[in-house]
T-cell receptor
Framework: GNSVTQMEGPVTLSEEAFLTINCTYT??????LFWYVQYPGEGLQLLLK?????DKGSNKGFEATYRKETTSFHLEKGSVQVSDSAVYFC??????????????FGKGITLSVRP | GAVVSQHPSWVICKSGTSVKIECRSL??????MFWYRQFPKQSLMLMAT?????????EQGVEKDKFLINHASLTLSTLTVTSAHPEDSSFYIC?????????????FGDGTRLSIL
Protein backbone atom coordinates (compact mmCIF):
# COMPACT_ATOMS: atom_id res chain seq x y z
CA GLY A 1 0.00 0.00 0.00
CA ASN A 2 0.85 3.65 -0.01
CA SER A 3 3.14 5.10 2.61
CA VAL A 4 4.88 8.35 3.45
CA THR A 5 8.08 8.59 5.45
CA GLN A 6 9.21 11.81 7.04
CA MET A 7 12.48 12.52 8.77
CA GLU A 8 12.50 12.24 12.54
CA GLY A 9 11.99 15.37 14.54
CA PRO A 10 11.71 17.71 16.22
CA VAL A 11 13.70 20.32 14.37
CA THR A 12 14.89 23.51 16.06
CA LEU A 13 16.38 26.33 14.02
CA SER A 14 17.37 29.90 14.51
CA GLU A 15 15.49 32.59 12.65
CA GLU A 16 16.72 33.09 9.05
CA ALA A 17 18.24 29.61 8.91
CA PHE A 18 17.75 27.33 5.92
CA LEU A 19 15.16 24.60 6.31
CA THR A 20 14.95 21.18 4.74
CA ILE A 21 12.38 18.59 5.80
CA ASN A 22 12.75 15.28 4.03
CA CYS A 23 9.82 13.28 2.73
CA THR A 24 9.83 10.09 0.69
CA TYR A 25 6.91 8.03 -0.46
CA THR A 26 5.88 4.63 -1.72
CA UNK A 27 2.94 4.41 -4.10
CA UNK A 28 1.80 2.74 -7.27
CA UNK A 29 1.27 4.97 -10.25
CA UNK A 30 1.54 8.73 -10.01
CA UNK A 31 0.15 10.13 -6.77
CA UNK A 32 -0.37 13.79 -6.00
CA LEU A 33 1.88 15.06 -3.23
CA PHE A 34 1.12 17.63 -0.55
CA TRP A 35 2.62 19.46 2.37
CA TYR A 36 0.22 20.47 5.12
CA VAL A 37 1.01 22.66 8.13
CA GLN A 38 -0.69 22.50 11.52
CA TYR A 39 -0.37 25.39 13.96
CA PRO A 40 -0.95 24.69 17.65
CA GLY A 41 -4.55 23.84 18.45
CA GLU A 42 -5.68 24.13 14.85
CA GLY A 43 -6.54 21.89 11.94
CA LEU A 44 -4.38 21.38 8.89
CA GLN A 45 -3.76 23.96 6.22
CA LEU A 46 -2.57 23.12 2.75
CA LEU A 47 0.88 24.62 2.29
CA LEU A 48 1.68 23.45 -1.24
CA LYS A 49 1.10 20.63 -3.66
CA UNK A 50 2.43 18.97 -6.81
CA UNK A 51 0.46 16.69 -9.06
CA UNK A 52 3.05 15.28 -11.44
CA UNK A 53 6.73 14.51 -11.72
CA UNK A 54 9.08 17.52 -11.76
CA ASP A 55 6.32 19.87 -10.62
CA LYS A 56 7.43 22.40 -8.04
CA GLY A 57 4.92 23.53 -5.45
CA SER A 58 5.58 26.81 -3.70
CA ASN A 59 3.89 29.04 -1.16
CA LYS A 60 4.96 31.53 1.52
CA GLY A 61 8.63 31.00 0.67
CA PHE A 62 8.37 27.21 0.97
CA GLU A 63 9.13 24.98 -1.99
CA ALA A 64 9.01 21.27 -2.77
CA THR A 65 9.74 19.45 -6.02
CA TYR A 66 8.08 16.17 -7.02
CA ARG A 67 11.00 13.83 -7.74
CA LYS A 68 9.78 10.56 -9.14
CA GLU A 69 13.25 9.11 -9.63
CA THR A 70 13.95 9.38 -5.92
CA THR A 71 10.28 9.19 -4.81
CA SER A 72 10.80 12.31 -2.75
CA PHE A 73 9.06 15.60 -2.01
CA HIS A 74 11.41 17.45 0.32
CA LEU A 75 10.24 20.75 1.79
CA GLU A 76 12.65 23.69 1.76
CA LYS A 77 12.68 27.31 2.82
CA GLY A 78 15.61 29.63 2.48
CA SER A 79 15.03 31.73 5.60
CA VAL A 80 12.65 30.58 8.32
CA GLN A 81 10.75 32.87 10.67
CA VAL A 82 9.46 32.38 14.18
CA SER A 83 5.95 32.30 12.72
CA ASP A 84 6.87 29.15 10.77
CA SER A 85 6.93 27.17 14.01
CA ALA A 86 4.35 24.42 13.50
CA VAL A 87 3.95 20.75 12.66
CA TYR A 88 4.50 19.85 9.01
CA PHE A 89 2.91 16.82 7.36
CA CYS A 90 3.83 15.32 4.04
CA UNK A 91 0.98 13.48 2.34
CA UNK A 92 0.03 11.74 -0.87
CA UNK A 93 -3.29 10.92 -2.47
CA UNK A 94 -4.16 7.85 -4.49
CA UNK A 95 -3.60 8.53 -8.16
CA UNK A 96 -6.65 9.06 -10.31
CA UNK A 97 -9.38 7.93 -7.95
CA UNK A 98 -11.34 11.14 -7.90
CA UNK A 99 -13.19 12.63 -4.99
CA UNK A 100 -12.91 9.56 -2.77
CA UNK A 101 -9.16 9.59 -3.03
CA UNK A 102 -7.70 9.16 0.42
CA UNK A 103 -4.75 10.99 1.86
CA UNK A 104 -1.89 9.05 3.37
CA PHE A 105 0.05 11.13 5.88
CA GLY A 106 3.56 10.98 7.19
CA LYS A 107 4.05 11.14 10.94
CA GLY A 108 4.62 14.87 10.91
CA ILE A 109 7.56 16.84 12.18
CA THR A 110 7.59 19.69 14.66
CA LEU A 111 9.55 22.76 13.67
CA SER A 112 10.53 25.31 16.29
CA VAL A 113 12.20 28.52 15.20
CA ARG A 114 14.09 30.57 17.78
CA PRO A 115 14.27 34.37 17.54
CA GLY B 1 -10.61 30.23 -0.89
CA ALA B 2 -12.32 27.05 0.17
CA VAL B 3 -13.24 26.94 3.85
CA VAL B 4 -14.34 24.08 6.03
CA SER B 5 -16.01 24.87 9.32
CA GLN B 6 -16.03 22.42 12.19
CA HIS B 7 -18.17 22.76 15.31
CA PRO B 8 -17.75 22.64 18.22
CA SER B 9 -14.07 23.36 18.56
CA TRP B 10 -13.90 22.01 22.08
CA VAL B 11 -16.20 19.86 24.16
CA ILE B 12 -15.93 18.38 27.63
CA CYS B 13 -18.54 15.92 28.76
CA LYS B 14 -19.21 13.07 31.13
CA SER B 15 -18.60 9.44 30.31
CA GLY B 16 -21.61 7.85 28.62
CA THR B 17 -22.67 11.00 26.79
CA SER B 18 -23.07 11.08 23.02
CA VAL B 19 -21.35 13.94 21.24
CA LYS B 20 -22.09 15.25 17.76
CA ILE B 21 -19.49 17.09 15.70
CA GLU B 22 -20.44 19.01 12.57
CA CYS B 23 -18.34 19.59 9.48
CA ARG B 24 -19.51 22.12 6.89
CA SER B 25 -18.07 23.20 3.60
CA LEU B 26 -18.83 26.92 3.49
CA UNK B 27 -18.27 27.92 -0.11
CA UNK B 28 -18.23 24.71 -2.08
CA UNK B 29 -20.12 21.44 -2.41
CA UNK B 30 -18.52 18.28 -1.14
CA UNK B 31 -19.89 14.90 -2.09
CA UNK B 32 -17.15 13.36 0.01
CA MET B 33 -15.86 14.34 3.41
CA PHE B 34 -13.31 12.61 5.60
CA TRP B 35 -13.07 12.16 9.34
CA TYR B 36 -9.71 11.82 11.07
CA ARG B 37 -8.56 11.26 14.60
CA GLN B 38 -5.30 12.65 15.91
CA PHE B 39 -3.59 11.63 19.13
CA PRO B 40 -1.14 14.01 20.81
CA LYS B 41 2.06 14.45 18.84
CA GLN B 42 0.96 11.91 16.26
CA SER B 43 -0.23 11.94 12.69
CA LEU B 44 -3.80 11.88 11.48
CA MET B 45 -5.56 8.56 11.34
CA LEU B 46 -8.36 8.29 8.79
CA MET B 47 -11.47 6.96 10.48
CA ALA B 48 -13.99 7.01 7.68
CA THR B 49 -15.00 8.46 4.35
CA UNK B 50 -18.38 10.15 4.40
CA UNK B 51 -20.42 10.05 1.20
CA UNK B 52 -23.44 12.29 0.64
CA UNK B 53 -26.63 10.28 0.48
CA UNK B 54 -25.05 6.93 1.21
CA UNK B 55 -23.34 4.99 3.97
CA UNK B 56 -19.92 5.98 5.17
CA UNK B 57 -16.93 3.79 4.46
CA UNK B 58 -15.05 2.97 7.64
CA GLU B 59 -11.38 2.12 7.95
CA GLN B 60 -10.36 -1.17 9.42
CA GLY B 61 -10.60 -1.22 13.19
CA VAL B 62 -13.03 1.71 13.46
CA GLU B 63 -16.33 0.79 15.12
CA LYS B 64 -19.27 1.82 12.97
CA ASP B 65 -21.72 1.75 15.85
CA LYS B 66 -19.43 3.84 18.00
CA PHE B 67 -18.73 6.55 15.46
CA LEU B 68 -21.91 7.32 13.56
CA ILE B 69 -21.53 9.37 10.40
CA ASN B 70 -24.30 11.15 8.56
CA HIS B 71 -23.79 13.10 5.34
CA ALA B 72 -27.25 14.44 4.63
CA SER B 73 -26.36 17.29 2.30
CA LEU B 74 -23.59 18.39 -0.03
CA THR B 75 -22.25 20.79 2.59
CA LEU B 76 -22.70 18.97 5.90
CA SER B 77 -21.37 15.81 7.48
CA THR B 78 -21.73 14.90 11.15
CA LEU B 79 -19.80 12.53 13.36
CA THR B 80 -21.50 11.31 16.51
CA VAL B 81 -19.40 9.63 19.16
CA THR B 82 -21.93 7.45 20.93
CA SER B 83 -21.68 6.66 24.63
CA ALA B 84 -18.28 8.29 24.81
CA HIS B 85 -15.67 7.06 27.25
CA PRO B 86 -12.33 8.54 28.33
CA GLU B 87 -10.46 6.52 25.71
CA ASP B 88 -12.44 8.39 23.04
CA SER B 89 -10.82 11.63 24.12
CA SER B 90 -8.90 12.92 21.15
CA PHE B 91 -8.66 15.62 18.49
CA TYR B 92 -11.11 14.95 15.65
CA ILE B 93 -10.59 16.65 12.31
CA CYS B 94 -12.75 16.64 9.21
CA UNK B 95 -11.85 17.49 5.67
CA UNK B 96 -13.68 17.97 2.39
CA UNK B 97 -12.83 17.99 -1.25
CA UNK B 98 -14.73 20.09 -3.76
CA UNK B 99 -17.01 17.98 -5.93
CA UNK B 100 -16.42 17.62 -9.64
CA UNK B 101 -12.96 19.13 -9.87
CA UNK B 102 -10.06 16.78 -10.35
CA UNK B 103 -6.84 16.95 -8.37
CA UNK B 104 -8.33 19.21 -5.73
CA UNK B 105 -6.70 18.97 -2.32
CA UNK B 106 -8.62 18.22 0.82
CA UNK B 107 -9.49 21.27 2.91
CA PHE B 108 -9.46 20.74 6.64
CA GLY B 109 -11.55 22.05 9.49
CA ASP B 110 -9.90 23.43 12.60
CA GLY B 111 -10.65 20.30 14.56
CA THR B 112 -12.67 19.40 17.64
CA ARG B 113 -10.95 18.61 20.90
CA LEU B 114 -13.06 16.07 22.75
CA SER B 115 -12.41 15.42 26.43
CA ILE B 116 -14.43 12.75 28.21
CA LEU B 117 -14.33 12.84 31.99
Amino acid sequence: GNSVTQMEGPVTLSEEAFLTINCTYTATGYPSLFWYVQYPGEGLQLLLKATKADDKGSNKGFEATYRKETTSFHLEKGSVQVSDSAVYFCALSDPGTGANSKLTFGKGITLSVRP
Amino acid sequence: GAVVSQHPSWVICKSGTSVKIECRSLDFQATTMFWYRQFPKQSLMLMATSNEGSKATYEQGVEKDKFLINHASLTLSTLTVTSAHPEDSSFYICSARETGISNQPQHFGDGTRLSIL
